[in-house]
């Protein structure tokens, strides 16, 4: 389906009575902006389909209008789908009791023990003797059918009176090419884990070298004198991935923007690190007038969604000291900015596959596409890898118990902290 045919089914999307979206706006820019287009949407109320109204929060940005707004319908597709789930498919029991193929408790990248200390934290422990409702996905690295609690598929669920985690967007991908989306979530899942572990255990990898072609890149869409940070943080699964830290200013005040980027090459990883940097500086202005007034203290735990992550340090320009030690690292990586992706989508979906199957992992994939989203053209998915680390919007549940938070770091020659000696200050991932 070409991008013009997409552009005219997504109209159907829109409606203030039926559709997905109840209405789709240009994110309004100021002259020193960055000259990318932008569009947000107000949701549709989710409450006559569901019984409980879900606010669906999406968005996109692209030089182009016409990537920019295929890029917002992708992302409020890709968290409509997973609102649906028909429970009498799931089975409700126990790990001990299941008696199909299914991934063990102890393969999740969930939370520390000492986590579960705190009175405030009223998740339960996954473990072999809890009760959950399990859903069938399909094991990409063995072909099987494996089964998994429906609280890492759909979102939100509330199938269960227990629950184990909080509810993670990372895997979620849309498309209106099957490939791309499981292409997407698979480089989603990757860029969260090494973007937590760079932050958690205060890393600092290689720095990417800004040459000419990247400065003119930049120059291009930021009319501003921003200062920018690039880091390589492909760790143990080799795939290109980049951390990106920004530091600027716009009639709202000075600012710091952080994105990560995972993608076939360094050059197009720093694209997207790029683009999502280029997104945040009007959507923090959004943000500041919806919370008008919000003055973070030092009680993080009180820091509960995303929105509050992305501009607790603009509001907070007392604890920039945090972004010290990547500041002034030394610029040593070259990286080639025009490389292109070499493999085709299945090629590279199959690469990455077999890259996390080497260490054992399961790559999980389910097609969550509802039939209102394929009769407009798009496939949802949900990909996901238990064993690698998701991002969380909670300051208290950050996930802090995976295996690789600490065995990674020390795998590349890193010092590894333990729990007590984690970066305790809000990521500010938005």
Not at 20 to 41: A, E, R, S, Y
Not at 154 to 176: C, K, Q
Not at 251 to 263: D, I, L, M, P, W
């Amino acid at each position: 389906m070409n991008n013009l045919s997409t552009l005219f089914n997504g109209n159907d999307l829109i409606s203030d009575e039926i559709g997905l979206l109840h209405q789709m706006i240009k994110i309004p820019t100021m002259n020193l902006d960055p000259l990318l287009l932008g569009f947000g949407v107000w949701p549709s109320n989710t409450e006559p389909l569901l019984g409980v109204k879900y606010n669906i929060r999406g968005s996109g940005c692209s030089p182009s209008w016409e990537e920019s707004i295929l890029g917002t319908i992708g992302e409020i597709v890709e968290r409509y789908a997973p609102l649906f789930y028909d429970i009498k498919k799931g089975k409700k029991t126990t790990f001990k009791n299941i008696d199909i193929l299914a991934v063990h408790p102890k393969e999740f990248a969930l939370f520390h023990n000492k986590q579960f200390e705190d009175d405030g934290f009223k998740l339960k422990k996954f473990d072999e003797d809890i009760e959950l409702t399990w859903f069938s996905m399909y094991d990409l690295t063995n072909g099987k059918e494996t089964w998994v609690p429906g609280q890492f598929i759909y979102m939100p669920f509330r199938g269960d009176e227990n629950y184990i985690t909080v509810n993670t967007s990372t895997g979620l991908a849309a498309h209106t090419n099957y490939y791309k989306a499981i292409l997407t979530g698979l480089y989603e899942v990757i860029e969260r884990d090494s973007f937590v572990i760079t932050w958690m255990q205060n890393l600092v990898p290689q720095k990417i070298k800004l040459s000419r072609e990247i400065q003119s890149y930049i120059s291009n869409l930021f009319p501003c004198q921003y200062e920018w940070h690039f880091f390589d943080i492909r760790y143990d699964i080799e795939v290109p991935t980049v951390f990106g830290i920004c530091f600027g200013e716009a009639e709202y005040g000075k600012f710091v923007a952080v994105s990560s980027a995972t993608r076939a090459t360094y050059g197009e990883a720093l694209k997207k690190a790029i683009q999502e940097i280029g997104q945040a500086v009007p959507y923090f202005r959004h943000l500041l007038g919806e919370k008008k007034g919000w003055r973070p203290s030092n009680d993080f735990g009180s820091i509960q969604n995303f929105e509050d992550h992305s501009i607790f340090y603009t509001l907070r320009p007392d604890l920039w000291h945090v972004f010290d030690k990547w500041r002034d690292a030394k610029e040593t990586k070259e990286i080639d900015f025009s490389e292109t992706a070499k493999r085709p989508d299945v090629k590279e979906i199959r690469h990455i596959v077999t890259l996390l199957k080497d260490k054992k992992y399961n790559v999980l994939f389910k097609d969550v596409t509802t039939p209102d989203i394929r009769q407009l053209g798009f496939y949802s998915v949900k990909v996901f890898v238990p064993q690698l680390i998701p991002l969380s919007g909670g300051y208290s549940f950050y996930f802090s118990g995976g295996e690789r938070l600490y065995s990674v770091p020390k795998k590349m020659g890193f010092e590894s902290n333990h729990f007590e000696n984690l970066n305790t200050y809000p990521h500010p991932f938005p």
